[in-house]
């Protein structure tokens, strides 16, 4: 009854652990084990009402004999993989080995005894035939289950352990039958206990459906030790079996059928030296692969340039490959006997000595089992020393040696070494590179009282022309001049860096006072344009432009070299060939031009802007004869002065959108106004940015035709600059405005350096006085005497001339005197919006109808 008890725990368990989920071969073998523990208690449970038949065997019997098979389908099943070829043969002969000495030792034990008591020996071999039939299917899966090494094993280890306890458990009750008496009590509880085991196991937390690659390993000590026990298994049943045998004969006490122990021993025997023959055969198959594929490696490894030796843990050499007489310059018969030791750098040999005691000791390297990476120095017949990469393995031949694979990787190494100087180097200048700059710059103000530290910025003035007139080429070669000349320039203990473009940084890392730091920038400024530097055959001379910034205390590197880049920036805007000092307002000058970059992008998309129109008058007539578009911006309430403005707009590109938007909304209003018949041109401004944009042409004839305007009407202004700077590009986009129909004035006539030789080669309608030429009329002879003569010039080449910044009344009687023609200031009329113009369009008409 404790048997079926335990046998239905089982099944219920085994059912209830496939709920925990398990994989296809791992449910398969669950439900055959428990359907074979719920036959076997069906048919244990049955046996006491069939036990009164006349049949030494019951139906009983067969049901239980059914349920221990499925039983040993499910242990098979627990099994990693079924076995083929050669393995299978392997696990045959092993089960016939194990079942037959397990029957011999039997049969001299229990069953011997038990024979020579029956009173039929056919009734006698049926009885024993169960058990025995339990005992070929318990050894039949035995080595397949045994040599499991993942989750499965506990699994399959308690289903052998029914099997077995079921045979043993068989055999108790057929020798019961034969003799009469009741079972051992040892019988009928190894079953119960074998199936109260398998009920534990799903729940035991060793039976998780995934096993992973790492489930079938083990320590080395350990899974060896498993091995060899499990393949000498067979060996030690069988000897256990003839010594039982031979002690029982020599004794005298075997009787009844010794032929059949005569029988089952000899084939046991027979079995065994086939098996021995073909482990031999395998054995000897086995070391000649490990002879063939220490070879392979050896030719291989050698074959590709390292060096292979077998040493032993001291170091010492015992064989080496002819390799190292390539790699290292040594004949192999100078290496032999001697210790490695001997060629390794003495500040690697400590490290290595530790290494290899600790695979000496079974020790688990970090690299894997019996493996050891080893990185060090080695010394060449020629003195140098090569950095090499080695890697030592416990040698199969025995455990006190290593096999030793050595590379040399100088040419590694030197390549990193390369790789590394590239990424902290300039290619151009073979400075260090911002990079190493920035990094340096953190270490030196790491340092307790590198407040004294001192960055220093040059940018090269005027270095974009030379790219654009000699080539990149050329230009990279100028920069490698001027690397050489600061170089020589600053202190041997002070970081040059080429900082990127035609910029350099300069990090003074002693401790300086100010006036030494200012005079090492004024230095470079004169190293550089000292003399001109000499490229693709003509001399260009270069200035430069340096920024100076003091570390203070908390300042970060980042903040101490953006100072010295806005201090250099500073000395660029102020003309160049300077040294400026940053000041914090300086900072706070960038931070605002951002911000106003920013909020001018803002007003552009929210129409923040507006236009004021200044009137042009006849000087002779006071007739409004144009009106000059000027913009105004007011950023909420607060109006900001074009000065503030104009400039970050240039610098950001915002000026051409917002030049394109002044375009043609003032095209728009004085269309207007000449459609209520009023004769009125517009004057507009061009900015550099704006003439150099890729559509500015067009932009300009589609205004026109949008607006209604005629060309004639519109005058664009330039300043005398503009003309300067980039002359041809810039002429021949005024000339294809000229062709439009569209008048050109000249702005600040008299302020820039070729207006003359300009006014020859460019059509152009108007001149516009400079008003610092017209305040000083009346009062300064030199400044009246130029503004008369500007105003004869203009009526000699036949161009109208226009007078800026009329303010007092004998300024606007002189400019009559003069005979100039038209003029424009406060005096004259202030700049109003639209509405006021259109108020003095409407007096204007109202004056001119009533005079006629």
């Not at 034969?178 to 190894?190: E, F, I, M, Q, T």
């Not at 073909?278 to 000649?288: D, W």
């Not at 120095?377 to 290593?402: F, K, M, N, Q």
Request: overall charge negative; aromatic content about 6%.
């Amino acid at each position: 009854m404790a048997g079926v008890v335990a046998a239905a725990i089982a099944a219920v368990s085994l059912f209830a652990g496939l709920l925990r989920g398990a994989d296809r071969r791992r449910a398969t073998a669950i439900r055959w084990l428990a359907g074979g523990s719920v036959t076997w208690l069906v048919g244990v449970g049955v046996r006491p009402l069939a036990d009164g038949t006349p049949f030494a065997v019951s139906f009983a019997d067969l049901v239980v004999l059914v349920g221990t098979a499925m039983l040993t389908v499910g242990t098979g099943l627990s099994a990693t993989r079924p076995a083929h070829g050669r393995a299978l043969l392997r696990d045959l002969a092993d089960s016939y080995m194990c079942a037959g000495s397990l029957f011999v030792i039997g049969w001299v034990l229990l069953l011997g005894p038990s024979y020579r008591q029956a009173d039929d020996a056919g009734t006698f071999a049926i009885t024993i035939a169960p058990p025995l039939l339990c005992l070929i299917l318990a050894c039949a899966v035995g080595p397949a289950v045994l040599p499991i090494r993942r989750s499965a094993w506990p699994m399959g280890l308690a289903a052998l352990a029914v099997l077995a306890a079921i045979t043993a458990s068989e055999t108790g009750t057929a020798l019961a039958r034969v003799s009469g008496d009741a079972p051992p009590l040892l019988g009928v509880w190894l079953a119960p206990a074998a199936f109260l085991l398998l009920a534990v196991v799903p729940w035991s937390g060793r039976t998780a459906p995934a096993a992973g690659p790492d489930d079938e390993e083990e320590k080395p000590s350990v899974g060896q030790t498993t091995s060899w026990l499990i393949a000498a298994l067979p060996l030690i049943l069988v000897v256990a079996a003839t010594a039982v045998v031979l002690l029982r004969v020599l004794g005298g006490r075997v009787q009844g059928p010794v032929p059949v122990l005569a029988l089952v021993s000899t084939s046991i025997v027979c079995v065994l030296v086939v098996r021995l023959f073909v482990v031999l055969m395998e054995t000897g198959r086995m070391r000649r692969l490990v002879d063939l594929g220490e070879r392979q490696l050896q030719d291989l490894a050698e074959s590709t340039g390292d060096v292979v030796l077998l040493c032993d843990y001291d170091g010492v050499v015992r064989e080496i490959g002819e390799g190292v007489e390539i790699t290292y310059g040594y004949r192999p018969d100078e290496l032999v006997g001697g210790t490695i030791f001997d060629y390794i750098h003495p500040e690697d040999a400590p490290g290595i000595q530790v290494a290899l005691r600790a695979m000496s000791l079974d020790e688990e390297p970090v690299e894997g089992p019996g493996t050891c990476m080893i990185a060090c120095r080695v010394r060449a017949s020629d003195g140098t020393w090569r950095p090499t990469e080695s890697v030592a393995t416990r040698h199969v031949r025995g455990e006190d040696l290593l096999l030793v694979t050595t590379r040399d990787v100088s040419d590694q190494e030197a390549l990193r070494n390369q790789v590394a100087h590239l990424t902290f180097h300039d290619g151009v200048t073979g400075l260090p590179n911002r990079a190493y700059f920035e990094e340096r710059t953190r270490e030196v103000l790491a340092r307790p009282g590198a407040s004294s530290a001192v960055v220093v910025f040059l940018d090269l003035d005027g270095f974009t022309a030379v790219n654009d007139s000699v080539g990149h080429a050329s230009g990279d070669y100028l920069l490698g001049q001027a690397a050489r000349r600061l170089r020589a320039a600053v202190r041997a203990d002070d970081t040059l860096a080429r900082w990127g473009g035609d910029e350099f940084a300069v990090l003074l890392e002693a401790a300086v006072d100010a006036q030494t730091a200012v005079d090492l920038a004024e230095r470079l400024v004169r190293t550089v344009s000292s003399e001109p530097f000499r490229v693709a055959d003509r001399d260009i001379a270069l200035t430069a432009s340096v920024g100076v910034a003091f570390a203070e205390d908390d300042v970060s590197s980042g903040d101490l070299i953006r100072n010295a880049d806005v201090a250099m920036a500073r000395a660029k805007d102020l003309g160049g060939r300077r040294v400026e000092v940053f000041a914090a307002h300086m900072h706070a000058d960038v931070v605002r031009r951002l911000e106003l970059a920013a909020d001018l992008q803002r007003a552009l998309l929210e129409n923040q802007f507006a236009i004021e129109y200044q009137p042009v008058v006849d000087l002779a007539t006071s007739r409004v004869t144009a009106v000059e578009a000027l913009v105004r911006w007011w950023r909420g309430s607060a109006f900001v002065p074009p000065e503030h403005f104009l400039g970050p707009a240039e610098d950001t590109g915002l000026i051409v959108p917002l030049s394109e938007w002044i375009l043609r909304e003032a095209c728009r209003e004085v269309a207007a106004w000449r459609a209520s018949s009023w004769d009125i041109g517009l004057s507009l401004n061009l900015s550099a940015r704006q003439i150099m944009a890729p559509r500015f042409v067009e932009t300009v004839e589609s205004a026109l035709a949008e607006s209604g305007l005629p060309p004639s009407a519109l005058t664009l202004e330039v300043i005398e600059e503009m003309l300067v700077e980039d002359a041809e590009e810039t002429i021949t986009r005024l000339s294809e405005l000229r062709r439009l129909g569209v008048r050109l004035a000249i702005d600040d006539f008299g302020t820039g350096y070729a207006s003359l030789a300009f006014l020859r080669q460019l059509p152009v309608d108007m001149i516009k006085i400079d008003p610092s030429f017209v305040s000083g009329l009346g009062r300064d002879e030199t400044l009246t005497l130029l503004t008369r003569t500007i105003v004869r010039l203009g009526h000699d080449l036949g161009l109208i001339v226009v007078a800026e910044g009329i303010e007092r009344p004998e300024q606007l009687e002189l400019l009559r005197e003069m005979g100039c023609t038209r003029g424009q200031g406060f005096l004259v009329a202030r700049p109003m919006a639209a509405r006021g113009v259109d108020s003095l369009m409407r007096t204007s008409l109202s004056s001119l109808h009533s005079g006629v």
